[in-house]
């Protein structure tokens, strides 16, 4: 089992910039890979970025390129996802997740998330 602790959401303007960490323990030789997601009311979650755990290999949604950088830090098993020039449309819930099997999140491990609200 892996267990992920998300931080870092807020209220923040439009134009500012957040990082959001996410804390992994338990089994983390286990996972092959972390990445981010958001929620926003009444619509459905959508991929922000993925890193490779051992490789560093980023992917980033076209939503946010240039915008949101996902990073990670091995030793302390945490990732984090920096986010500048935030607009009222990245509100959402943001969620971590480790995927073990190198194939997807889905069937992986969550985090409950945390709120990250823009306003404009």
């Known amino acids: 089992q892996v267990q992920l602790v998300e931080s870092g959401g807020r209220l923040v303007q439009a134009g500012g910039s957040l990082r959001l960490s996410c804390a992994a323990s338990g089994r983390t030789q286990s996972i092959y890979a972390m990445g981010w997601f958001r929620q926003a009311p009444g619509k459905e979650r959508e991929f922000v970025g993925s890193?490779?755990?051992?490789?560093?290999?980023?992917d980033h949604a076209d939503s946010v390129k240039g915008r949101f950088t996902i990073s990670r830090d091995n030793g302390r098993n945490t990732v984090f996802l920096q986010m500048n020039s935030l607009k009222p449309e990245d509100t959402a819930v943001y969620y971590c997740?480790?995927?073990?099997?190198?194939?997807?999140?889905?069937?992986?491990?969550w985090g409950q998330g945390t709120q990250v609200t823009v306003s404009a």
């Open positions: 890193i490779g755990w051992r490789s560093g290999s980023t």
């Open positions: 997740a480790a995927d073990p099997t190198g194939r997807s999140f889905t069937g992986g491990y």
